[in-house]
């Protein structure tokens, strides 16, 4: 009886012992996870601020561009409206001549919106020829296939544009700053780093031995020069070795089956390792500081004040807001925040949110 209870002392003991060993251990992650989070915060709001303010760019002005361009944007007709009231947001930063739109249908444009075109999309590309060579290579989701479609839109615009040069834009994406598109008169490639191998798998196929650039042309614009754009269209399609007539018939068939349908051609990475190939050094590259998922920070356009534009304008040339990002209504309160503002660049904001903040701090706050 008497070994039966120093079992039962023992064993108590024992797990209290454990108990105090597990607590210590757990105070010990918790207070290293505080430090963690305190050397964290000390280092976006104390140490970056400083190094940042010692590398500021300088923003130069910026004069208009004398060659004159149309901006061609394709829409959906849900979103045509709204491009509508947005025409002007678009002249104060771009020197464009007319707004050319392409849309699904033709609708009347407002009285009081002037220099508005709006092309129909089967003017450029037949709808019922380019299902039929969809269907011909299993492209089954619909969002892959206007996808596509507005890239073959983008190139034929080229066939029934009067211009030297037209400027393709994204609708979702809006200048922050002036943008000049030409330098000495030579227009201007803008350059990002990201890098999908199988647009270049397509390239090749379409036409052999093109240059390509350590750089990526994707920057949701491009200037194009018509007839380059021309020359690259009437090219691909006197290559007789792929099926098809049109050019957009032959990079359908030049895709692999297993990018069909997911990213399996850019015309922006086309159209720019063509032009430096064919026409070296005709265009001049800068770099180009732009984010696509504004739409965690912002929700759209329309929520970003003139403080806003200020903070943002010294890092970024132009924003994105892409439908497949969802609005946090945290980021928009920290987006917001003057202090923040003050005490940290945006692109440093935007990244150690998504990447730090977001993931060890918010849930504590």
Request: hydrophobic fraction near 40%; charged fraction near 30%.
């Amino acid at each position: 009886m008497i070994k039966y209870k120093i079992n039962i002392n023992h064993s108590s003991a024992v797990h209290k012992i454990n108990g105090a060993i597990f607590s210590k251990i757990n105070e010990i992650k918790v207070l290293k996870k505080s430090f963690s989070i305190i050397f964290i915060l000390f280092f976006i709001f104390f140490i970056i601020p400083k190094y940042a303010n010692n590398k500021l760019e300088i923003i130069r002005r910026i004069e208009p561009d004398t060659i004159k361009y149309n901006l061609v944007v394709p829409v959906i007709l849900n979103d045509l409206e709204d491009l509508f009231q947005k025409k002007e947001y678009f002249e104060k930063y771009i020197n464009f001549e007319n707004l050319v739109i392409i849309a699904p249908d033709i609708i009347k444009v407002p009285d009081d919106k002037k220099n508005i075109s709006i092309i129909k999309e089967d003017k450029l590309v037949q709808k019922s020829r380019l299902i039929n060579i969809f269907t011909k290579r299993g492209i089954t989701e619909s969002k892959r296939l206007g996808w596509y479609e507005q890239q073959f839109l983008k190139m034929s615009y080229s066939r029934v544009c009067d211009n030297e040069y037209y400027l393709l834009w994204d609708s979702d994406t809006f200048p922050v700053k002036s943008v000049q598109m030409f330098e000495n008169g030579h227009p201007i490639f803008d350059m990002k780093t990201e890098h999908h191998s199988a647009y270049f798998t397509t390239i090749n196929r379409l036409i052999k031995n093109l240059h390509f650039s350590k750089f990526s042309y994707i920057s949701e614009h491009m200037l194009i020069k018509t007839e380059y754009m021309r020359n690259l269209l009437d090219d691909i399609e006197h290559n007789s070795n792929i099926y098809g007539n049109m050019f957009w018939e032959k990079i359908i068939m030049s895709i692999d089956k297993s990018d069909i349908n997911k990213s399996g051609f850019s015309e922006f990475e086309l159209y720019g390792s063509y032009v430096d190939t064919k026409y070296p050094n005709f265009y001049k590259h800068r770099h180009w500081n732009s984010r696509r998922d504004m739409t965690i920070f912002y929700g759209n356009i329309n929520n970003l004040d003139k403080y806003d534009f200020n903070w943002i304008s010294k890092d970024f040339e132009a924003i994105t807001f892409e439908k497949r990002y969802k609005f946090d209504e945290k980021a928009y309160k920290y987006s917001k925040n003057l202090g923040i503002h003050n005490s940290i660049k945006a692109k440093f904001f935007f990244k150690f949110y998504k990447r730090i903040i977001k993931k060890y701090i918010i849930d504590l706050l």
